[in-house]
């Protein structure tokens, strides 16, 4: 019903910035909630940042101040802005959205910090 694909991963060096997209299509009307996990290896998948629609958004704090999360709801696009990157940010991040009751799941980017 929902498909979410992210792009914008790679290597980048300690300090660093990448800036991850993710694309919802499918057969929806309007999405309200879209977000961020990551997950490194051998630790659980945590939440990173979520948008709404109307413009509210929460961080982790371990990434507060650091990443930025945006909305183009015309384009039913999702954005992470990710700065002052850290070698402990090393993970995979998937997009994310709640529709219709039901978790959506990007494939995942992956995100390596290291120099």
């Known amino acids: 019903q929902v498909r979410l694909v992210e792009s914008g991963g790679g290597l980048v060096q300690p300090g660093g910035s990448l800036r991850l997209s993710c694309a919802a299509s499918?057969?929806?009307?309007?999405?309200?909630?879209m977000g961020w996990y990551r997950q490194a290896p051998g630790k659980q998948r945590e939440l990173v940042a979520t948008?709404?629609?109307?413009?509210?958004?929460k961080y982790a704090d371990s990434v507060k101040g650091r990443f930025a999360i945006s909305r183009d709801n015309a384009k039913n696009t999702v954005y992470l802005q990710m700065n002052s990157l850290k070698p402990e940010d090393t993970a995979i991040y998937y997009c994310?959205?709640?529709?219709?009751?039901?978790?959506?799941w990007g494939q995942g980017t992956q995100v390596t910090v290291s120099a």
């Open positions: 499918g057969f929806f009307f309007r999405i309200n909630a």
């Open positions: 994310y959205a709640p529709y219709q009751g039901r978790d959506f």
């Open positions: 948008s709404t629609s109307g413009g509210s958004t």
